[in-house]
């Protein structure tokens, strides 16, 4: 077994997915930053998205 030259522990594959972090994140924050109203009324009520007691349920024992 040889290890990739892409793994996480070489200096090329940690340089390369951090690199592809970085502009992952740009790719995001250009993304919302540029939405209509309309546009960030419709992700703020996606129905995927977790609601209240969602977090309660994964902070607590579910018991509710």
């Known amino acids: 077994f040889l290890p990739s030259p892409y793994s996480f522990n070489s200096k090329i594959g940690k340089s390369l ?7 992952l994140f740009q790719a995001l924050k250009d993304l919302y930053t540029h939405l209509t109203p309309i546009q960030r009324v419709n992700i703020a009520r996606h129905p995927n998205r977790p609601t ?6 994964n902070i607590t024992e579910k018991v509710f």
Not at 17 to 23: G, K, R, T, V, Y
Not at 52 to 57: G, I, K, N, S, T
């Open 17 to 23: 997915i951090l690199s592809l972090l970085a502009l």
């Open 52 to 57: 209240f007691l969602d977090h309660v349920f």
